[in-house]
């Protein structure tokens, strides 16, 4: 077979497996924890105001997106964050994309408080604030 006829047919043969694997019932996104290179937020709120974070880090491929922060209580006056990204299941630029995300952490009782932000790679980063009345 001459290489100019097995060109377009290499090209339908790929171009058909990627639409029987994308019919197969694939998802088309997935979810993943992301590493993160900083957490950002003041040392002191107001028990009524709004206590925001700023969540900031690189998505290692152009298939990442931001999905959301899970934030959950931990103990007393514990808060664990982990921040959580959608994959695309197709091909996507590598390149490392910086983010910055907001996150809000609801309404705190006055006291002092530890936020631990634990990472993909199950390292963590910790801020500690204050919530006065």
Do not use: H
């Amino acid at each position: 077979m001459s290489p100019i006829l097995a060109l377009p047919i290499l090209l339908v043969s790929l171009w058909y497996g990627a639409m029987s694997e994308a019919s197969a019932g694939k998802p088309p996104m997935q979810e993943a924890e992301l590493t993160v290179s900083d957490i950002s937020l003041d040392s002191e709120f107001k028990t009524a105001s709004a206590i925001q974070l700023t969540i900031s880090g690189v998505f290692p491929s152009g298939c990442y997106s931001w999905a959301r922060a899970d934030i959950k209580n931990v103990g007393e006056n514990k808060i664990e964050v982990r921040a959580i990204a959608q994959v695309a299941n197709k091909m996507c630029t590598m390149a490392l994309i910086p983010f910055q995300r907001q996150a809000e952490l609801g309404p705190l009782k006055p006291g002092s408080y530890e936020l631990i932000f634990i990472n993909a790679n199950k390292t963590q980063l910790t801020r500690k604030f204050k919530v006065t009345p």
